[in-house]
């Protein structure tokens, strides 16, 4: 099963646009009860009150998915956000720590958009895809939105992901790196479009992991491991004019 899903990391990372040698950043957070988190979970007192921590990793893409440093918070920027910086606790094979991170009940997350420095908007320079989520709709329906979107606009996703739980995750890829302000532009028309979530329209946005397993927590006890599977994917990228031009033609946006 660990290899199948190592594949299939590894084949949806490059068909969203991380090429071999690209960095990748991750964020492993714990969003089950506290009841039941591994023992060793970085923590610590804030207002009287325990607060776990997330761990950052920064890492670059592998034939065997990714390596990966631990990082430490560094300082902030001009803006007041958080830098991170790397530390020298370097894993060769990060794909397989995230998978353990995944398999104890944690959250496994990605930075679609590539930041540099630290994981706020302010750090995201060039943005690779488009990307949405629908909650709101059952599975079966969000198939069916999805149809009739590629049939409108004659856009084929790069990777469609199913999250394991309730949702899908829909990428579309560029042929070449979008600026902050087209790629808001595009994704909220996309989201807008697919009556998705509109707190996807974030530039530092993270998403789940496909090849991570998830788990729920059942009578006080871990669920059983799902796997974030891939279920669809193509070679297909477009650029900033035709992926507006196709958002246009769902007569949603009269005025661009």
């Not at 930075?111 to 320079?125: E, L």
């Not at 890829?173 to 329209?201: F, M, V």
Request: proline letters at 5%; a positive charge; one cysteine or more.
């Amino acid at each position: 099963m660990n290899v199948n899903l190592r594949q299939m990391t590894i084949q949806f990372l490059r068909h969203i646009g991380f090429v071999s040698g690209a960095k990748i950043w991750l964020r492993i957070s714990w969003d089950l009860p506290v009841e039941i988190i591994p023992d060793n979970w970085n923590c610590y007192w804030k207002n009287n009150q325990l607060i776990y921590s997330h761990y950052i990793f920064c890492g670059s893409i592998t034939p065997q998915g990714f390596s990966l440093y631990c990082c430490t918070q560094g300082g902030h920027d001009r803006q007041g956000n958080i830098c991170w910086q790397l530390t020298p606790k370097r894993y060769a094979d990060g794909w397989a720590l995230a998978f353990k991170f995944s398999y104890l009940g944690a959250t496994v997350s990605f930075y679609p958009n590539q930041p540099d420095k630290g994981i706020s908007n302010n750090h995201i320079k060039q943005c690779q895809c488009l990307f949405y989520e629908i909650d709101d709709l059952p599975l079966a329906g969000q198939h069916d939105v999805l149809e009739r979107f590629k049939h409108t606009t004659g856009l084929e996703p790069a990777a469609v992901v199913y999250t394991g739980g309730k949702s899908l995750h829909v990428y579309f890829r560029c042929t070449i790196g979008l600026s902050p302000e087209s790629w808001i532009c595009l994704n909220r028309k996309l989201a807008i479009a697919q009556n998705a979530d509109p707190a996807i329209c974030n530039l530092a946005r993270s998403m789940r992991l496909p090849g991570m397993v998830r788990r729920e927590v059942k009578n006080g006890e871990l669920s059983s491991a799902r796997a974030i599977t891939l279920e669809d994917y193509s070679t297909s990228q477009y650029s900033f004019r035709k992926l507006n031009t196709a958002l246009d033609a769902t007569g949603l946006f009269p005025y661009g």
